[in-house]
């Protein structure tokens, strides 16, 4: 394994270079977002659930569009070097795109502090010291998954390393799967990933135990928000300017190259932006490439599918046995923590079977390769938005239904899918943001003949991300926005229990 050791090194040297911006950064904002009184909390949590739904890919493109080789701000043509490039560009972009999960994270863990015990420490203490000694310890476990999370986030990803030329053993991990005719020559390879993937599972299953431990007290009154005082206006102001640059930047430097306009002129090349250019470009990218945009449709509304109908399966068990809430939670937690590439690796190793030719002609022949995978993707958070919705139904509810001779599957059919649709709705348009957004996966066991638009956006971002990527970008982007804004309308009904902000 000569050349897997540095990769190795490069990969935790990458995660551990984004964790220290990510994790410090993130968790400010979750405290002002959740229990401060800082103007704007709303606006600012509703962008940093659209973030989440943003896939890596997309985020690495419009940085690059804007200050990365040939992007719209290129001091490299005066012989210079473009801002983001190599390392640097990697952990820029790794960091950025972890900020909303920590935010997300840490939120839960900052909100089921128990309000009694912050107010008793306020008698003694400033509300610096109260968050230092009551409410940063109290949600420590959130704070540990949320590094977990980045973690695989970061480790597991070739996508930013490779737009930026930085090898690391995520990418060797996947030319080994992409160029191994036989998956047993790249064990070696894969045995770090394992061990890795194995680690942070456990550290993952851990932070879960401690964070849903049976002697927390539920907090049945809303968390206490600290009052800013004079710092409330230059935290807002300073809140603007982080939401600026996580959205802000990176969709205009999308929008620039999408209408920019080079004209030829005596004195060289001159670049104009066009609005009536740019609106074209968006609205004729989908047709372009509606191949693409065909197949990941497909692909992705039967991976959300399968993925909805086990999950409420194995949520409705739950409530018939105790110990299937520890499957269910193993199941999730495997799902989420899984690489790509060894995903991947599994469900070749699964359907690539010549010695049962039907088998191997679905897998060579058919989309149900990139079904499983996507299926896979989109379990976790299925998993976990069901399992909640379903253990809020009021138990004499379904007992009552029982003595009436309501089966538990009438139970299933008649009392919790109507009264959950929310979540229903919820985990669908999640497994589906995953499903159009996953690359690092898919991109290996897509059939001859089918290429969905992750992987095409990623194959044109490789030639420089230029006027039609940046249209097909914004196209998806619109897409994935309009996704999260029914997430969030659905979680924020007042009459539904499945309330998440």
């Known amino acids: 394994m000569p050349n897997t050791l540095p990769l190795v090194i490069h990969s935790l040297t990458l995660t551990l270079e984004t964790?220290?911006?990510?994790?410090?950064?993130?968790?400010?904002?979750?405290?002002?977002?959740?229990?401060?009184?800082?103007?704007?909390?709303?606006?600012?949590?509703?962008?940093?659930m659209v973030l989440l739904f943003l896939p890596l890919y997309l985020q690495a493109s419009a940085w690059k569009a804007g200050f990365g080789l040939e992007g719209w701000w290129h001091p490299h043509h005066n012989g210079g070097e473009p801002w983001l490039g190599g390392w640097i560009a990697a952990v820029?972009?790794?960091?950025?795109?972890?900020?909303p999960w920590v935010v997300?994270?840490?939120?839960?863990?900052?909100?089921?502090?128990?309000?009694?015990?912050?107010?008793?420490?306020?008698?003694?203490?400033?509300?610096?010291?109260?968050?230092?000694r009551v409410t940063l310890p109290s949600c420590w476990p959130a704070l540990g998954l949320a590094a977990v999370w980045v973690a695989l986030l970061t480790a597991g990803e070739k996508t930013v390393t490779e737009i930026f030329l930085v090898r690391t053993y995520a990418e060797e991990l996947?030319?080994?799967?992409?160029?191994?005719?036989?998956?047993?020559?790249?064990?070696?390879?894969?045995?770090?990933?394992?061990?890795?993937?194995?680690?942070?599972?456990?550290?993952?299953?851990f932070c879960c135990a401690r964070l849903a431990r049976t002697q927390r007290p539920v907090n049945l009154r809303p968390s206490r928000v600290f009052a800013l005082g004079a710092w409330r206006w230059p935290l807002a102001l300073g809140m603007m300017a982080a939401m600026m640059l996580l959205a802000g930047v990176p969709l205009g430097n999308l929008v620039y190259k999408a209408g920019v306009l080079?004209?030829?002129?005596?004195?060289?090349?001159?670049?104009?932006?066009?609005?009536?250019?740019?609106?074209?470009?968006?609205?004729?990218?989908?047709?372009?490439?509606?191949?693409?945009c065909l197949w990941s449709l497909v692909i992705g509304s039967l991976a959300a599918t399968a993925a909805v109908v086990a999950a409420i399966t194995l949520a409705w068990l739950t409530r018939k046995s105790r110990w299937l809430d520890l499957?269910?939670?193993?199941?999730?937690?495997?799902?989420?923590?899984?690489p790509g590439p060894l995903l991947a690796l599994a469900i070749i190793g699964l359907l690539n079977q010549p010695s049962l030719p039907w088998l191997f002609w679905l897998y060579d022949h058919s989309i149900l390769a990139p079904w499983m995978v996507l299926t896979f993707r989109a379990m976790g958070p299925a998993v976990l938005v069901l399992w909640h919705g379903v253990r809020t139904i009021p138990q004499p509810m379904l007992d009552s239904a029982a003595t009436e001779g309501c089966s538990s599957l009438g139970q299933l059919v008649r009392i919790v899918l109507p009264q959950r649709l929310p979540a229903l709705g919820v985990a669908w348009l999640i497994g589906f943001a995953l499903a159009l957004g996953d690359l690092t996966a898919s991109i290996l066991v897509v059939p001859p003949g089918v290429q969905t638009l992750s992987i095409h956006i990623f194959n044109w971002v490789h030639s420089g991300v230029e006027d039609q990527v940046a249209g097909i970008c914004l196209a998806l982007t619109a897409t994935l926005i309009a996704l999260a804004t029914a997430v969030i309308w659905l979680t924020s009904v007042k009459r539904n229990s499945f309330r998440i902000i």
């Open 19 to 48: 964790l220290a911006l990510s994790l410090p950064l993130g968790t400010a904002v979750a405290w002002m977002l959740v229990r401060s009184d800082l103007p704007g909390r709303r606006t600012g949590a509703n962008i940093i």
């Open 92 to 99: 820029w972009v790794h960091s950025l795109a972890a900020i």
């Open 327 to 338: 499957v269910a939670i193993a199941v999730a937690l495997i799902c989420l923590v899984l």
């Open 262 to 292: 080079v004209s030829q002129t005596d004195a060289g090349r001159v670049r104009t932006w066009s609005a009536g250019k740019c609106l074209e470009t968006i609205l004729l990218a989908p047709w372009q490439c509606r191949r693409e």
């Open 174 to 205: 996947f030319n080994q799967i992409a160029t191994h005719e036989e998956t047993s020559g790249a064990m070696t390879t894969l045995l770090p990933g394992i061990l890795g993937t194995l680690v942070l599972l456990g550290l993952g299953m």
């Open 104 to 132: 997300l994270f840490a939120s839960l863990g900052l909100w089921i502090v128990e309000p009694a015990l912050e107010e008793q420490a306020l008698l003694d203490g400033t509300p610096w010291q109260v968050f230092r």
